[in-house]
């Protein structure tokens, strides 16, 4: 492993452990990606998705070049969830204009029973662009790494793809929850170890991105999603070489959650844009960080739209104090149509009021 650069500004790391910062730090969910001319030039170059996400030159360009555009204080590694499904032999694919789709879905109890914990080996490729990136890097920001959730990976794997209502994936939870468990077991045990090895390769923060949690009904939510993303946090490798690696988990549409995610053992909760952050800062108390919650969509406003919005959401957190954390993000990924500019204005807008707020 190589010697890494000390971290020259580690606001994003403070903050995620509810330590006192200058100013609210911030990055985007989906920041590297096709909203950015320079990311649609460079996923030419490599001909596809996979070709650009299982490439470490490829990855390390484009994690980095939303960084050299706008103040970011973190860097996220450029992937894919579904990674880990494809390393256990499902066969991911894209479709053009339809996104991820698999050659082979988990839709019978045979197929269920198959499934196995994946050879890390098959994920070199991440893990090599996870060290080539944070070497680039050279300790200007922390690099983030990620995984889905297990309920999330096992809807993308049960339904084959992206789903509107999430029928056959639900189907089989209510009708043979042992086979979901079973999946979701597996799940839980493959993303720790992935989340582990990424770690290991130099991810200093990681995130588990539970994006189909808030379409499960209330219990349900707790047994099928909630349970598994505990699990990993449990088998989560929290500090390396004495230092610690905070953990962010995030479900959308999870706020009705929140009092129950805040106690899985993670640093940090991410929020999407429909929860009030003062009354979830209120609810979580000094147990987690809060990480949100812009509506992506205010990014399509012009200027000083975005700047209030900004300074509606630093004033619903309120000033931060030791005990106390918040990174400023989207309620969700940026939209592929966002102009560039509006991400500087946003940028600006909270470094600048954030500072304004701690004097």
Known sequence: MPEFAPLKNDTFIRALLRQPTDYTPLWLMRQAG????????TRQRAGSFMGLATNPDYATEVTLQPL??????????FSDILTVPDAMGLGLYFVEGEG?????????EQAVMALRVPDLEKLEYVFEAVTQIRIELNGRVPLIGFSGSPWTLACYMVEGGGSGDFRSVKTMLY?????????LQTNATAVAAYLN??????AQAVMIFDTWGGALADGIYQEFSLRYMQDVMRKLKREKNGV????IVFTKGGGL???AIADIGADAVGLDWTVDLGKARTLVGDRVALQGNLDPV????????????VKKVLDSFGKPHSGSGHVFNLGHGISQFTPPESVAAMVDAVHEISRAMRL
Do not use: C, S, T
């Open 197 to 202: 090895a990424q770690i290991d390769a130099g």
């Open 34 to 41: 096709r909203y950015l001319p320079e990311y649609k030039a």
């Open 244 to 247: 610690r690696i905070p953990a």
């Open 257 to 259: 959650w929140l009092n």
């Open 68 to 77: 050299d555009r706008f103040a970011l204080d973190a860097a996220i590694l």
């Open 298 to 309: 205010v990014l399509f406003a012009n200027p000083d739209q975005i700047r209030a919005e």
């Open 100 to 108: 991820p789709k698999f050659e082979r879905p988990l839709r019978d």
């Open 175 to 183: 009708n043979r929850p042992d086979l979901m468990h079973h999946i």
